[in-house]
């Protein structure tokens, strides 16, 4: 599992699906923009909400839980190489885009 930066996860974006598995509670605080928003409390039964055709970056706040979470989709048979090291910190202290 590979953690990738920030602007690395947006470069990969035109053909990999960013996955933010945050609570509902802290996606109050702001989503990125265009990622598919899955609580990892909801991941297994949300599972058919991930398309299996392209790779997945896993993002979580600070980047700490979503290697668990991408180990879980990959044993799913979803293709989760990669983690957005530092999660949605990371992103906001790189003054990438927060909706």
Same mark, same amino acid.
């Given at each position: =599992? $590979?953690?990738?930066?920030?602007?690395?996860?947006? *470069?990969?974006?035109? *053909? #990999? *699906? &960013? &996955?933010?598995?945050?609570?509902?509670?802290?996606?109050? !605080?702001? =989503?990125?923009? @265009?990622? &598919?928003?899955?609580? =990892?409390? *909801? /991941?297994? %039964?949300? &599972?058919?909400?991930?398309?299996?055709?392209?790779?997945?970056?896993?993002?979580? %706040? %600070? @980047?700490?839980? $979503?290697?668990?979470?991408? #180990?879980? /989709?990959?044993?799913?048979?979803?293709?989760?190489? !990669?983690? =957005?090291? @530092?999660?949605? /910190? %990371?992103?906001?202290?790189? @003054?990438?885009?927060?909706?």
């Amino acid at each position: =599992m $590979s953690g990738i930066t920030v602007t690395e996860a947006e *470069q990969c974006r035109p *053909q #990999d *699906q &960013l &996955l933010d598995v945050r609570e509902d509670v802290e996606d109050a !605080d702001g =989503m990125i923009p @265009g990622a &598919l928003h899955i609580p =990892m409390g *909801q /991941l297994t %039964s949300r &599972l058919p909400d991930i398309d299996r055709t392209r790779p997945v970056i896993v993002a979580w %706040s %600070s @980047g700490n839980r $979503s290697a668990r979470v991408a #180990d879980a /989709l990959t044993g799913a048979g979803c293709t989760a190489e !990669d983690t =957005m090291a @530092g999660g949605m /910190l %990371s992103l906001e202290r790189a @003054g990438l885009p927060v909706r």
